[in-house]
C-alpha cells in the first residue's frame, strides 16, 4: 500500500502543469476528526454534535474565506457533515459558495496490521453567488487510516462532478498525518493535490502543516499554514479554526451496599 501511495504522489508531481483556478471548498471534517482538508475514518459518536468557525487567508492572490462546520453522530460509525463557506474582500468574488452536506461511513474497523475505511457521499446545493458557485455538484469519496503508536495516518480519495456541464470533474488526493506530542497537543501535516474543476492536469500541489489544541475538555484550537509547492498561487495560506463539541453523557456509577 505505502508503494502504491508514494508512486500516486510522484505521478501527481511530474503530471502537473501550470495554472490556477478558484478553490472551492466543498465538505470539509469537522475537528478534531480530520488534519486540515484530510478526513479521518474516526466521527462522532451516537447522538453528538460538533460545532466548528473558522477562516482562511491566501496570499498572491489575496482571498479571505470564513468557515461554518458542524457534524451529527448518527451511529457510532456513521456521521452527517455540513460546510458552510462564506467568501469576502477578494479578487476573484463574494458571497457564500455552495453549502456542502455529506455523510461519511466507516464500515471497516482497524485490525491490528490493516487500516480502517470510510467512504463518504458528498454533495452541494446551488446556494453560491456569482463567481464562487458552481451550481451545486456530487461526489464520492474513500478514507482510509491507520493509527502507528503516537501517528495517526489518513489517505484520501475524491471524485467530484460539479452541475455547470462546461465545467470538468474534480479529482483530489490527500495525504494527512497527527502525531501526539502531549496529551493535549498535536502536531499536523498534509499534502493536498488536486485536479480542479477548471483544468484536465493537477493545478494544486500544496504542503499543509500546524498543531491541533485541546484547549478545554470539549474545545480544540487548530493552526496551520500551507505552501505551494507547484505554481506559488496562491504563494501560501493561512488557517485557523476553534471547535465546540457536545458534552458527552456521564456514566451512572451504581453502589451495591451489602447488611452485615
Not at 457534524?71 to 463574494?94: H, K, V
Not at 464562487?132 to 480519495?157: A, D, E, I, M
Not at 494527512?176 to 496529551?183: K, P, Q, S, T, V
Amino acid at each position: 500500500m505505502k508503494k502504491c501511495f508514494i508512486f500516486s504522489i510522484v505521478s501527481l508531481l511530474f503530471l502537473t502543469s501550470s495554472g490556477h483556478s478558484f478553490e472551492v471548498k466543498g465538505l470539509q471534517p469537522v475537528d478534531p476528526y480530520g488534519v486540515f482538508t484530510t478526513f479521518s475514518t474516526e466521527s462522532l459518536p451516537r447522538g453528538h454534535a460538533a460545532l466548528s468557525a473558522g477562516a482562511e487567508i491566501s496570499i498572491d492572490p489575496d482571498y479571505y474565506r470564513a468557515l461554518a462546520k458542524t457534524a451529527f453522530g448518527l451511529t457510532d460509525s456513521l456521521e452527517m457533515i455540513l460546510t458552510i463557506p462564506y467568501d469576502f474582500g477578494n479578487e476573484i468574488g463574494d458571497g457564500f459558495e455552495d453549502v456542502a452536506i455529506g455523510i461519511k461511513h466507516r464500515f471497516f474497523d482497524e485490525g491490528k496490521y490493516g487500516p480502517s475505511m470510510a467512504y463518504l457521499l458528498a454533495g452541494s446545493i446551488p446556494s453560491g453567488a456569482g463567481n464562487v458557485t458552481t451550481n451545486g455538484r456530487y461526489g464520492l469519496g474513500l478514507v482510509v487510516s491507520k493509527k502507528v503508536g503516537p501517528v495517526n495516518g489518513h489517505l484520501n480519495l475524491f471524485y467530484t462532478e460539479p452541475g455547470k456541464r462546461r465545467l470538468d470533474q474534480e479529482i483530489a488526493v490527500l495525504a494527512g498525518l497527527d502525531f501526539a506530542a502531549a496529551h493535549n497537543f498535536k502536531f499536523l501535516a498534509e499534502l493536498y493535490c488536486r485536479k480542479s474543476h477548471e483544468s484536465e492536469n493537477v493545478d494544486l500541489v500544496e504542503a499543509r502543516m500546524g498543531y491541533r489544541i485541546r484547549t478545554a475538555d470539549l474545545l480544540y484550537t487548530t493552526f496551520g499554514v500551507g505552501f505551494d509547492l507547484k505554481n506559488r498561487n496562491p504563494e501560501s495560506r493561512v488557517m485557523f479554526s476553534v471547535t465546540l463539541l457536545s458534552p458527552r453523557e456521564k456514566k451512572k456509577i451504581q453502589k451495591i451496599y451489602e447488611e452485615e
